[in-house]
């Protein structure tokens, strides 16, 4: 079982990134899929959400309007578009899987949010 995330980076505010996630391992298509930020001092905190066929998703108040998830079942694959990007937006953000008591989770990709 395998997730891993792609796309982080350094980006100026106002910018944008698309995170990646891909799996291996498991069906992905029966996973919900979340992504998740962790910030430093803070305690990680969901981001977005997104059922196992794409057809409930949910928003953290604080990126709705600017993130947008989705996902390619057929490439095992997760996204997160990230759009005008905000310094409080810096943190590790971490890909996760969940089916019942089945909880995956992807080592993190660093997004740095500054000039």
């Known amino acids: 079982v395998r997730l891993v995330e792609s796309g982080g980076g350094l980006v100026q505010p106002g910018g944008s990134l698309r995170l990646s996630c891909g799996a291996s391992g498991f069906t992905f298509s029966s996973y919900d899929m979340n992504w998740y930020r962790q910030a430093p001092g803070k305690e990680r905190e969901l981001v977005a959400g997104?059922?196992?066929?794409?057809?409930?998703?949910n928003y953290a108040d604080s990126v709705k309007g600017r993130f947008t998830i989705s996902r390619d079942n057929a490439r095992y694959t997760g996204y997160l578009q990230m759009n005008s990007l905000k310094p409080e937006d810096t943190a590790v953000y971490y890909c996760n899987a969940r089916y019942i008591l089945r909880d995956y989770w992807g080592p993190g990709t660093q997004v740095t949010v500054s000039l």
């Open positions: 997104i059922s196992s066929s794409g057809g409930r998703i």
